[in-house]
């Protein structure tokens, strides 16, 4: 009901609802307007997101604070030949690719992979995934091999 109520509201017009403007919004997520009038029209390429890109923006010291945290996690992982996907993805059960948050920390802790409250926060605003208490351990995992060298 509530998803009802914010698109009304945003949809909303002196005679009820903007059918019109809802309609174009709804039909610009498949393809472009018009696009029955001019079948030849060449349409422009979907760019997918890289899976390096930061869904939340870090400052520029946040980043460098992260960085040195990954750096420092990174050899650890190496040292010690740890393979931390297979820990999330047994506590991801609908194999969505995200984890809760307190789940994402907890294995850090099983694995004894120490880190502070700072680098939990810099770490989870990183790879925040679409819900505000859920981390998108895959990416996680992509990044972290760099830092330990499994990509080489």
């Known amino acids: 009901m509530e998803e009802y109520q914010k698109l009304e509201a945003h949809y909303k017009c002196t005679g009820g609802i ?5 309609n174009e919004a709804i039909e610009s997520i498949f ?8 079948p030849s029209k060449t349409l422009s390429a979907y760019h997918a997101p890289s899976i390096l890109d930061a ?12 960085n040195v945290s990954m750096q420092r996690l990174g050899t ?9 996907k297979p820990f999330f993805r047994d506590a991801d059960k609908a194999n969505s690719g995200f984890v809760k948050a307190t789940r994402f920390r907890s ?11 700072r680098e939990y926060h810099l770490l989870n605003k ?6 505000a208490n859920e981390i998108n351990y895959v ?4 990044v ?6 499994d990509r080489e």
């Open 55 to 66: 869904k939340t923006a870090l400052s520029a010291d946040e980043e460098a604070e992260l």
């Open 18 to 22: 903007d059918y019109v403007q809802f």
């Open 76 to 84: 650890d992982v190496r040292n010690r030949r740890l393979l931390l």
């Open 107 to 117: 294995i850090f802790d099983t694995q004894k992979l120490w880190i502070t409250d």
């Open 144 to 149: 972290m091999r760099g830092y330990s060298g």
């Open 31 to 38: 393809t472009e307007k018009d696009l029955e009038k001019e």
């Open 139 to 142: 990416e996680f995992d992509y």
């Open 126 to 131: 990183r790879f925040q995934a679409k819900a």
